[in-house]
T-cell receptor
Framework: GAVVSQHPSRVICKSGTSVKIECRSLDFQATTMFWYRQFPKQSLMLMATSNEGSKATYEQGVEKDKFLINHASLTLSTLTVTSAHPEDSSFYIC?????????????FGSGTQLSVL | LAKTTQPISMDSYEGQEVNITCSHNNIATNDYITWYQQFPSQGPRFIIQGYKTKVTNEVASLFIPADRKSSTLSLPRVSLSDTAVYYCLVGDPPEYGNKLVFGAGTILRVKS
């Protein structure tokens, strides 16, 4: 199946710094990517939908200025957590849509564990 | 988006068949049903997708009754490595670039 690469897999940062997470579709072009966050023992929560070349669409309650999303190419979307604080510590997961896939259209990255000290 | 309801957790033993049922009473005509598996600290992995009746692939079967208000994921002969969280999702057809909203999922624990 198609591969979505997410980096870094784990990051530890100090409070107040910004962290960038990359999501790449390695063998297909993804016009649409999605960003999720997941707290321990909870389900995935959709944060935003990222469309190549346009502004991201954020879900209700997600701060646009806090979580900057850039989808500058058909194979790369980035999520920047700005001025991170301990409450931003979470597992962040991206997914990318492969329009040419068969029954499986959406592929997920392996996730990024963010820990803010 | 249709709301889904699954059991919070299930226990099974190695070699048994496991059936996880998901209720989706408000499923729309165009909605597909998709199941994902997630291991700790990993992204979800696609298991199977269907629209009606029965779908089978190399890892699972998906049974969907005629009214489509529920679906059952069947895992044949589970092993310890099948211990994971299983999510049932209902949404737009795949070609629409569906926005998937995850419910609570079912924690499956396989014991030896």
């Amino acid at each position: 199946g198609a591969v979505v690469s997410q980096h870094p897999s784990r990051v530890i940062c100090k409070s107040g710094t910004s962290v960038k997470i990359e999501c790449r579709s390695l063998d297909f072009q993804a016009t649409t990517m999605f960003w999720y966050r997941q707290f321990p023992k909870q389900s995935l929560m959709l944060m935003a939908t990222s469309n190549e070349g346009s502004k991201a669409t954020y879900e209700q309650g997600v701060e646009k200025d806090k979580f900057l999303i850039n989808h500058a190419s058909l194979t790369l979307s980035t999520l920047t957590v700005t001025s991170a604080h301990p409450e931003d510590s979470s597992f962040y997961i991206c997914s990318a849509r492969n329009p040419k896939g068969t029954s499986e259209k959406l592929f997920f990255g392996s996730g990024t564990q963010l820990s803010v000290l | 988006l249709a709301k889904t309801t699954q059991p919070i957790s299930m226990d099974s033993y190695e070699g048994q068949e496991v059936n996880i049922t998901c209720s989706h009473n408000n499923i729309a005509t165009n909605d597909y049903i998709t199941w994902y598996q997630q291991f700790p600290s990993q992204g979800p992995r696609f298991i199977i997708q269907g629209y009606k009746t029965k779908v089978t692939n190399e890892v699972a079967s998906l049974f969907i009754p005629a009214d489509r208000k529920s679906s059952t994921l069947s895992l044949p002969r589970v092993s310890l490595s099948d211990t994971a969280v299983y999510y049932c999702l209902v949404g737009d057809p795949p070609e629409y670039g569906n926005k998937l909203v995850f419910g609570a999922g079912t924690i499956l624990r396989v014991k030896s």
